[in-house]
């Protein structure tokens, strides 16, 4: 079974960088047809798909969330990251990584809540 865990700093400043690692246990983030996402949840509101990474290393884009996200993978660690840029409190969120893949498996990280405040 594919586990998930979400990691990084649970309290980010208005305007910086926040930065998540999902590391992935149970399975391999090159396997194919496995797709790897973040998503978030803000407090009150429903599911926000943030954008994905492929096994071949194919990248996916939230229109909404393009210009300020940046999703990346270290094979050799089995981890995939995520980076949002220029933060505000709207950003603040339980972020999840999540897998997808073609056959039908569908797993998920705990979350992390992160929170963003000066």
């Known amino acids: 079974q594919v586990q998930l865990q979400e990691s990084g700093p649970g309290l980010v400043k208005p305007s910086q960088t926040l930065s998540l690692t999902c590391t992935v246990s149970?399975?391999?983030?090159?396997?194919?047809?496995?797709?790897w996402s973040w998503i978030r949840q803000a407090p009150g509101k429903g599911l926000e798909w943030m954008g994905a990474?492929?096994?071949?290393?194919?990248?996916y884009d939230s229109p909404s969330l393009k210009s300020r996200t940046s999703i990346s993978r270290d094979t050799a660690k089995n981890q995939f990251t995520l980076q949002l840029s220029s933060v505000t409190p709207e950003d603040t969120a339980v972020y999840y990584c999540?897998?997808?893949?073609?056959?039908?498996?569908?797993?998920w990280g705990k979350g992390t809540l992160v929170t963003v405040s000066s």
């Open positions: 999540n897998v997808l893949s073609l056959g039908g498996m569908d797993y």
């Open positions: 149970g399975g391999s983030i090159t396997t194919n047809y496995y797709y």
């Open positions: 990474i492929a096994y071949s290393g194919s990248l």
